[in-house]
């Protein structure tokens, strides 16, 4: 099995190699942030302008000891970067919130609960952690199915999001313990 690593490493997945973002992945987080597609289940695409000085806000973020966040870039098995996970603590490091951005073509290929399934056993090694949670617009079936399958716990609805949590009790051990779903 492989080794977890350090927090905000990079990792492999059967089908997939995550890789720390970095400023060479600003053309891809534009891209995906700026899709109407895209963000339709997340929020409001940003303009160009907006999510550039957001993706300036995340590497400062990365940037800060230590960081208030990790993100990876989703790469295919050709290397192409599609896809955006990140982890945002809070002050106290105490929880995060996980976040993922695939576009439509690449959704509904098990790529989410795969990504997820690598970097749940690999929060253990962020000290104090003992909380990670995530949210989706409500009426979301396919997400409200990968949280389940990968053992979120639904968390009540708040502003038009329902609302997960996976506890640290629920975290697994070793990578690879999700499989691969035909639809997600």
């Known amino acids: 099995m492989e080794d977890p690593g350090p927090p905000g490493s990079g990792f492999k997945t059967r089908r997939l190699r995550l890789h720390p973002l970095g400023a060479g992945d600003r053309a891809l987080y534009l891209r995906l942030y ?55 603590f809070d ?53 409200a199915g990968l949280m389940r399958r990968t053992g979120f716990v639904a968390d009540g609805n708040r502003d038009g999001y329902a609302r997960w949590r996976l506890d640290r009790a629920g975290w697994p051990a070793r990578p690879g313990f999700a499989s691969v779903p035909e639809r997600e």
């Open 91 to 143: 002050a106290a490091r105490a929880s995060a919130e996980l976040g993922l951005l695939l576009p439509p073509s690449r959704q509904d290929r098990g790529y989410a609960s795969e990504a997820i399934g690598g970097l749940l056993p690999r929060l253990r090694a962020f000290p104090g952690l003992a909380s990670v949670w995530t949210r989706h617009r409500e009426g979301h079936h396919g997400a």
């Open 34 to 88: 700026g899709d109407p597609a895209t963000m339709r289940e997340v929020g409001t695409a940003l303009a160009p302008a907006a999510a550039a000085r957001a993706f300036d806000a995340v590497l400062a973020t990365l940037a800060t000891d230590p960081p208030g966040a990790a993100y990876w870039v989703l790469r295919d098995a050709a290397g192409e970067g599609f896809g955006l996970m990140a982890l945002v």
